[in-house]
T-cell receptor, first 116, second 115 residues
Framework: DAGITQSPRHKVTETGTPVTLRCHQT?????MYWYRQDPGHGLRLIHY???????DKGEVSDGYSVSRSKTEDFLLTLESATSSQTSVYFC???????????????FGSGTRLTVV | GNSVTQMEGPVTLSEEAFLTINCTYT??????LFWYVQYPGEGLQLLLK?????DKGSNKGFEATYRKETTSFHLEKGSVQVSDSAVYFC??????????????FGKGTLLTVNP
């Protein structure tokens, strides 16, 4: 999507290795999110950020950490990748939060991660 | 906690057929409701939304009405096209504690439209 890019688009890694996925936005949006998408589960929230250096856990945060040192970048790290972390990872952004937020989220195109 | 339940897929229709994808939700307050669409190999795109009871969201021929009494937000389209083949996600947006808000998704419904 325009204004949000994820890298890499595809990655194959070995069990036990660390992996970092990057989400980069040019929209200057305050809120950023990491989701994973798995068959039969839809999208599940891993971590989110509500500002530089402000992050919090989602519903499936075990085995993942995040960092946001500047507005435009939100990094997701798998400390020691496992096969259960094979998934498609999506980043999303939104400028506002709260019930008066004008719209939904803008999603990146995803990163397909395979852990062998 | 908050949750979204969508009808199980896959749904297979012929072109010009009528489409309904059911969505019901559980929430503690008054969420905003969304439908997102994911075309093959792409990320999710916002299709339509409704922010309060009785609101109707519409876009590209798709409609959904926020029904508080039945806690539902069913997606409908009168005449589907092959290009509508995609995965559709219902989602609710609500306060998750303090000043934080969260989008919770259903599991998605795969729609295939045949010519």
């Amino acid at each position: 999507d325009a204004g949000i890019t994820q890298s890499p688009r595809h990655k194959v890694t070995e069990t036990g290795t660390p992996v970092t996925l990057r989400c980069h936005q040019t929209e200057n949006h305050r809120y950023m999110y990491w989701y994973r998408q798995d068959p039969g589960h839809g999208l599940r929230l891993i971590h989110y950020s509500y500002g530089v250096k402000d992050t919090d856990k989602g519903e499936v945060s075990d085995g993942y950490s995040v960092s946001r040192s500047k507005t435009e970048d939100f990094l997701l790290t798998l400390e020691s990748a496992t096969s259960s972390q094979t998934s498609v990872y999506f980043c999303a952004i939104t400028p506002y939060a709260g019930i008066s937020a004008p719209g939904g989220y803008t999603f990146g195109s995803g990163t397909r991660l395979t852990v062998v | 906690g908050n949750s979204v339940t969508q009808m199980e897929g896959p749904v297979t229709l012929s072109e010009e057929a009528f489409l309904t994808i059911n969505c019901t939700y559980t929430a503690t307050g008054y969420p905003s409701l969304f439908w997102y669409v994911q075309y093959p190999g792409e990320g999710l795109q916002l299709l339509l939304k409704a922010t309060k009871a009785d609101d109707k969201g519409s876009n590209k021929g798709f409609e959904a009405t926020y029904r508080k009494e039945t806690t539902s937000f069913h997606l409908e389209k009168g005449s589907v096209q092959v290009s509508d083949s995609a995965v559709y996600f219902c989602a609710l947006y609500e306060n998750s504690g303090g000043s934080n808000y969260k989008l919770t998704f259903g599991k998605g419904t795969l729609l295939t439209v045949n010519p």
